[in-house]
């Protein structure tokens, strides 16, 4: 177990040396900006859009943009500073007006913006002629957002970041303890397939960050509006599922060169209606509700998952490859899919509309946006159901078998190569689930699942290599020792406290927190 360990960890280091990390994409994007969503006060799940807002440094105007379709607006900064925004007035709509508050008057705001900061700030609308002394829509949040650098904003490294919080100590360890929890369990969702793989195959899956990328950029495309590019990944997906499929009921059943031919054909099928509705474009587009685009990134990431175990991983494990070429082919992996996805999607951040700005619950001494309480139900009730999989089912007990011994379960009749396509579609599914998850509280962008993966490998070597349970007690262990870290130390070092959790647990415990110790030799 030892030994395998520093395996892991020298691939981990290998990763980190190969792959660009946040503070490139920094450089390269421009780390300073400003950004909000203008919505519709009569229904908030509807952007206003065509508004012109400009802002200036001194007497100099330095960016002006537009809202779009959602109402979602970003400035480009050129670095840190004071700067002053302006809202055209003339550019809103007759029936509206800009309403006034504590940071913005007469239509003007000022803003202080630190290095690398991502402000949030928040403008609003009230109906035309409304009196001037009615309830601000701004929550108290809200106004701590726009202020103090947004509880809800992205931190610097894009990670989600630790709440603004006042009030007594147990009030803030209250407050955190939760936020702790929304970060843990979308860790967990995460961290699961991760785990599996390893316990199924013995590999470290280096792309499974870029999966949680993926997730998250299908739900955003699908729930924004698809027409071209979706339908074209659509039809790619479900070519390349119907391959899936017929090498998971079908191998071994028929002889291999018909099998071969009707898995081509399904592949070859989906390229040729990808083209069709790629030429189509905008003539045949459509748009759901994000609760169905993330059924539909779940789905599409199911088929990822399998498709790359069918055609990458199977074939390189019945030609004996080494386990440390294949965590090398892993990271060439990952940054095939990064480098795609930056590609079809391009290297902007978005966020999923109607989601940002949305007055809190309050519970006690603990507050959360009705987004972040959905988030942690989702998770909790996918847990939940997963393990519940895992236990009482017969392809579960098949996936529990296959990682506590391969060759033992083959041996006994199991079909170890399709356990292998179960457990890697279900990974898939549920590293897309938890992009999702994260975008609903972050910037949705290319890089995010890389940020998040040395966390996921936190908790899963935390809980236990190979146990999705460790991975899931693991994913709350380390969101909680993130959070609340800041109770006394700087926002900027909860992910190293997490970080240093996990080594220590090394020192102390190699298996993991419900690992079980392996005999060597």
Same mark, same amino acid.
């Given at each position: 177990? =030892?030994? #395998?360990?520093?395996?892991?960890?020298?691939? $981990?280091?290998?990763?980190?040396?190969?792959?660009?990390?946040?503070?490139?994409?920094?450089?390269?994007?421009?780390?300073?900006?400003?950004?909000?969503?203008?919505?519709?006060?009569?229904?908030?799940?509807?952007?206003?859009?065509?508004?012109?807002?400009?802002?200036?440094?001194?007497?100099?105007?330095?960016? /002006?943009?537009?809202?779009?379709?959602?109402?979602?607006?970003? /400035?480009?900064?050129?670095?840190?500073?004071?700067?002053?925004?302006?809202?055209?007035?003339?550019?809103?709509?007759?029936?509206?007006?800009?309403?006034?508050?504590?940071?913005?008057?007469?239509?003007?705001?000022?803003?202080?913006?630190?290095?690398?900061?991502?402000?949030?700030?928040?403008?609003?609308?009230?109906?035309?002629?409304?009196?001037?002394?009615?309830?601000?829509?701004?929550?108290?949040?809200?106004?701590?957002?726009?202020?103090?650098?947004?509880?809800?904003?992205?931190?610097?490294?894009?990670?989600?970041?630790?709440?603004?919080?006042?009030?007594?100590?147990?009030?803030?360890?209250?407050? +955190?303890?939760?936020?702790?929890?929304?970060?843990?369990?979308?860790?967990?969702?995460?961290?699961?397939?991760?785990?599996?793989?390893?316990?199924?195959?013995?590999?470290?899956?280096?792309?499974?960050?870029?999966?949680?990328?993926?997730?998250?950029?299908?739900?955003?495309?699908?729930?924004?509006?698809?027409?071209?590019?979706?339908?074209?990944?659509?039809?790619?997906?479900?070519?390349?599922?119907?391959?899936?499929?017929?090498?998971?009921?079908?191998?071994?059943?028929?002889?291999?060169?018909?099998?071969?031919?009707?898995?081509?054909?399904?592949?070859?099928?989906?390229?040729?209606?990808?083209?069709?509705?790629?030429?189509?474009?905008?003539?045949?587009?459509?748009?759901?509700?994000?609760?169905?685009?993330?059924?539909?990134?779940?789905?599409?990431?199911?088929?990822?998952?399998?498709?790359?175990?069918?055609?990458?991983?199977?074939?390189? #494990?019945?030609?004996?490859? /080494? $386990?440390?070429?294949?965590?090398?082919?892993?990271?060439?992996?990952? +940054?095939?899919?990064?480098?795609?996805?930056?590609?079809?999607?391009?290297?902007?951040?978005?966020?999923?509309?109607?989601?940002?700005?949305?007055?809190?619950?309050?519970?006690?001494?603990?507050?959360?946006?009705? #987004?972040?309480?959905?988030?942690?139900?989702?998770?909790?009730?996918?847990?939940?159901?997963?393990?519940?999989?895992?236990?009482?089912?017969?392809?579960?007990?098949?996936?529990?078998?296959?990682?506590?011994?391969?060759?033992?379960?083959?041996?006994?009749?199991?079909?170890?190569?399709?356990?292998?396509?179960?457990?890697?579609?279900?990974?898939?599914?549920?590293?897309?689930?938890?992009?999702?998850?994260?975008? $609903?509280?972050?910037?949705?962008?290319?890089?995010?699942?890389? =940020?998040?993966?040395?966390?996921?490998?936190?908790?899963?070597?935390?809980?236990?290599?190979?146990?999705?349970?460790?991975?899931?007690?693991?994913?709350?262990?380390?969101?909680?020792?993130?959070?609340?870290?800041?109770?006394?130390?700087?926002?900027?070092?909860?992910?190293?406290?997490?970080?240093?959790?996990?080594?220590?647990?090394?020192?102390?415990?190699?298996?993991?927190?419900?690992?079980? #110790?392996?005999?060597?030799?």
């Amino acid at each position: 177990m =030892r030994t #395998r360990l520093a395996t892991v960890l020298l691939a $981990l280091i290998t990763a980190i040396l190969v792959i660009p990390g946040p503070a490139a994409t920094a450089d390269e994007q421009g780390g300073e900006s400003l950004y909000g969503q203008i919505l519709d006060p009569q229904d908030r799940d509807q952007g206003v859009e065509g508004i012109m807002i400009t802002i200036h440094s001194g007497e100099d105007e330095i960016a /002006a943009v537009e809202t779009g379709p959602d109402g979602n607006w970003e /400035a480009e900064l050129p670095g840190p500073g004071t700067y002053r925004v302006v809202v055209d007035q003339e550019s809103i709509p007759s029936e509206f007006a800009l309403r006034e508050s504590s940071i913005v008057v007469d239509g003007e705001s000022e803003v202080e913006v630190a290095a690398g900061d991502e402000r949030p700030l928040i403008l609003a609308l009230e109906e035309a002629g409304a009196s001037e002394d009615a309830d601000s829509t701004e929550t108290p949040s809200d106004g701590a957002d726009a202020q103090d650098g947004g509880a809800d904003a992205p931190a610097d490294d894009e990670s989600i970041a630790a709440p603004t919080t006042s009030g007594s100590f147990g009030d803030r360890f209250a407050q +955190l303890t939760a936020s702790g929890l929304l970060y843990g369990l979308v860790i967990a969702i995460s961290a699961i397939g991760l785990s599996l793989i390893f316990g199924t195959t013995k590999m470290i899956n280096f792309a499974h960050g870029d999966m949680v990328t993926f997730g998250a950029m299908i739900a955003l495309l699908f729930s924004t509006g698809s027409a071209g590019l979706g339908n074209s990944l659509l039809a790619i997906f479900l070519g390349l599922a119907g391959a899936v499929l017929l090498g998971a009921f079908f191998d071994g059943r028929i002889a291999r060169m018909p099998l071969l031919i009707a898995q081509w054909a399904a592949i070859m099928l989906g390229i040729a209606l990808a083209t069709v509705l790629g030429l189509m474009g905008d003539s045949v587009g459509w748009q759901v509700p994000l609760w169905a685009a993330a059924v539909i990134a779940v789905a599409m990431g199911a088929v990822l998952g399998a498709g790359m175990e069918q055609y990458v991983w199977r074939p390189l #494990r019945h030609r004996n490859v /080494a $386990l440390i070429q294949m965590f090398i082919v892993s990271i060439g992996v990952a +940054l095939v899919l990064r480098h795609v996805i930056l590609v079809l999607f391009g290297a902007g951040r978005s966020r999923y509309a109607g989601y940002q700005i949305q007055d809190t619950v309050s519970l006690g001494p603990i507050s959360m946006p009705p #987004r972040d309480l959905v988030v942690m139900g989702v998770a909790i009730v996918v847990l939940v159901a997963v393990a519940c999989l895992l236990q009482f089912t017969r392809i579960g007990k098949a996936m529990r078998a296959v990682s506590d011994n391969r060759d033992l379960a083959e041996s006994s009749g199991i079909n170890v190569d399709r356990v292998t396509l179960y457990v890697w579609g279900l990974g898939g599914g549920l590293a897309s689930l938890g992009g999702v998850l994260y975008g $609903l509280n972050q910037i949705v962008e290319y890089e995010m699942g890389f =940020r998040l993966l040395l966390l996921m490998f936190a908790a899963v070597i935390l809980g236990g290599l190979g146990t999705a349970y460790g991975a899931m007690v693991g994913g709350l262990a380390v969101g909680l020792v993130a959070m609340l870290s800041t109770l006394w130390f700087p926002t900027q070092m909860m992910q190293a406290w997490a970080l240093a959790l996990m080594i220590l647990m090394l020192l102390v415990r190699p298996q993991g927190l419900l690992g079980r #110790r392996e005999r060597v030799g």
